[in-house]
């Protein structure tokens, strides 16, 4: 059995001090939540104010992004020395904001995966077609190019610890959502994939989240498609008790 991972992408919102307050509502919210991993991603400024909140709490701490070198002459860079140091068990790479806007290619995103593994850091790959790919058919292969060249070189227990995040660019912040449908007809074929490079065992015991405009009031008919393990939530994961009803679906 899977256990689901819901992580709050907090992106470039909140100053330290709302950040720490965010996560001090969400506690409360989420305390008796154990059947669910929760996650937040807040920005990396805010990380060491967050870490110290959540401590003996049942929510961890991802960054949102990294470079893949321990250390050296990178300006403005973070390394994954410096975020396990600061608490991070997991890391969001890939996201469709960085491929965007900050030149990110399934190339950078291996680098970085390979190196959060290094450093016993789960990485959240992101991966997921735009709007005029799904309408020009070709989804599945932009799918396949993210998921083969991301994953390349992985040995089977980084696979395994490795999450990836399903997030069809055309649903991020836009109000509309894949269908539970849709998301389960790509979270299957992703499965396929990682059966088809490691083995069908391995792809059974892998965390493929969804993501794209997650809401308290979407997340249980994508949580009831066999093949959806969680979410990776953005707008909806700023206001705690938003954010609490999504990780508590069940009840
Ligand atoms: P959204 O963002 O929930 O605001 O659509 C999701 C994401 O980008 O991870």
Redesign the pocket.
Same mark, same amino acid.
């Given at each position: 059995m899977r256990k689901p991972i819901i992580a709050g992408?907090w #992106?470039m919102n909140k100053t330290i001090s709302e950040a720490v307050s965010l996560v001090n509502s969400l506690k409360g919210l989420v305390v008796n939540t154990t059947d669910v991993e929760i996650i937040v991603a807040p920005s990396y400024i805010s990380l060491s104010a967050v870490a110290d909140a959540i401590k003996g709490s049942n929510i961890k701490l991802s960054a949102q992004d990294m470079y893949w070198e321990k250390n050296g002459a990178f300006t403005g860079e973070i390394s994954p020395l410096m975020l396990k140091d600061t608490g991070c068990q997991f890391v +969001?790479i890939g996201?469709?904001?960085r491929r965007l806007y900050f030149a990110e290619t399934n190339e950078t995103v291996n680098k970085k995966v390979k190196s959060a593994h290094e450093y016993s850091i789960r990485p959240i790959m992101?991966v997921g077609e735009k709007l005029e790919e799904r309408e020009a058919g070709t989804t599945k292969d932009i799918i396949k190019d993210h998921v083969i060249n991301g994953l390349s070189g992985l040995t089977e227990e980084q696979m395994l610890a490795t999450v990836i995040?399903y997030?069809p660019v055309w649903? +991020? /912040?836009?109000g509309k959502t894949a269908t539970p449908d849709q998301a389960q007809e790509v979270h299957g074929f992703i499965r396929e994939l990682i059966s088809g490079i490691y083995s069908p065992s391995i792809a059974d015991s892998v965390i493929i989240q969804y993501? /794209?405009?997650? #809401?308290p009031d979407n997340i249980a008919e994508l949580m009831a498609k066999p093949d959806i393990d969680g979410g990776? +939530? /953005? /707008?909806?994961?700023l206001d705690a008790e938003s954010f609490a009803k999504i990780v508590n679906y069940k009840a």
């Open positions: 992408n #992106k +969001i996201h469709s904001e992101c995040a997030e649903a +991020i /912040g836009t993501g /794209g405009s997650v #809401k990776l +939530i /953005g /707008g909806a994961s």
